[in-house]
Every structure is written in C-alpha cells, then in structure tokens.
C-alpha cells in the first residue's frame, strides 16, 4: 500500500463543541499524521467554491450555510492508504447508519452537521489540498 495524503476538515459543530484536538487524536491513534493544520472561518463563497460539486443537490443551500456559520479546522493528513483509512475513521455520512466507535458516531449531530470531512478519492485529494494550502505550507 503507498503513501498517500488526504485533505481533511473539522466541521464548525465539532470546533464549537472543543472537538478539535478529541477528532485529530483518532486520526493520529490510526496511525495518521497531520502534516499541515490551520483554522479557518470560511466564507460562503468560499464554501460554495469547495462543495461545487454538490450545486444541484438539494442540500447545497444548507450546506454552504452550514460550513460558513463558524470556524473549521482544514488539515493534511498522510500514512499507508490514508484516504480510505480516513473515510473508514470518520464513518457514514449519516450518523444514524455510522459504525460504532467511528467519528460521526461518536460525534456528528445529523447528516449535515456530521463533524468532519475526508477526500474520497486521490483526484478530489489532491483539488481539495489546493483549494485550502500552498506548497510551502505543506511541511510533513
Ligand atoms: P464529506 O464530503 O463531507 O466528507 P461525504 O462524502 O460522506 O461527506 P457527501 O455525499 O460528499 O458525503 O456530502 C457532502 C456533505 O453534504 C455531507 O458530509 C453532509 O455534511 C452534507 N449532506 C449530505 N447529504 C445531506 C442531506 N441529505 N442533507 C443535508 N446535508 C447533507
Ligand atoms: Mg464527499
């Protein structure tokens, strides 16, 4: 298995809640190190910029509220496999269907407030760690 990188996002229900340092020491107890982390207070473009993909879902409006209604911390996280170890950490997007002892179960409100996010695939990795970092902020 390589050495991959994944763009990772503490949502703001999990920074209002002082999750923050709870969410990053399941990723590095699972063998993920972060290596860039900033909090930041995205705009509503920013968001809308982020989850373009999502434009003709139903939710779009939602969620671009939701992710600019408070702080997030964007991260890097890298290991072995680590996109699919993060998506496995993190669970279903829908906390009531999320397997025991993964993020959203142990944390997420609903299906929209659900704590965190993780790259699906190592196309959407890559965008998703330019959308938010430079290079030089990428420091292993
Ligand atoms: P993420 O992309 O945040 O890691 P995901 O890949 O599990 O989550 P997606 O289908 O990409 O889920 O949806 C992106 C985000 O949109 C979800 O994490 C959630 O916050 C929100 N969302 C998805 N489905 C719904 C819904 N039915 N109602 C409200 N919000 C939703
Ligand atoms: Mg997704």
């Known amino acids: 298995m390589a050495i991959e990188r994944t763009f990772s996002m503490i949502k703001p229900d999990a920074t209002a809640r002082n999750l923050t340092g709870a969410i990053t020491k399941m990723f590095e ?12 207070w995205m ?10 993909v999502h434009k003709e879902r139903p939710f779009f409006d939602e969620l ?29 997007t829908n906390p009531a269907d999320a397997a025991e002892g993964t993020i959203r179960k142990l ?6 407030e659900n704590s965190v996010h993780g790259s699906d695939a190592p196309e959407t990795a ?12 990428l420091v292993g």
Do not use: H
């Open 29 to 40: 107890d699972a063998g993920l190190r972060v290596v860039a982390s900033k909090r930041v």
């Open 43 to 52: 705009s509503r473009r920013q968001a809308e910029g982020f989850y373009a």
């Open 64 to 92: 671009c509220e939701f992710m600019s209604s408070g702080p997030t911390v964007v991260q890097v996280l890298e290991g072995e496999n680590a996109i699919a170890k993060n998506r496995e950490i993190m669970g279903a």
């Open 107 to 112: 944390y997420a409100n609903s299906i929209g």
């Open 126 to 137: 890559a965008e998703e760690i330019r959308y938010w970092f430079s290079d030089v902020e």
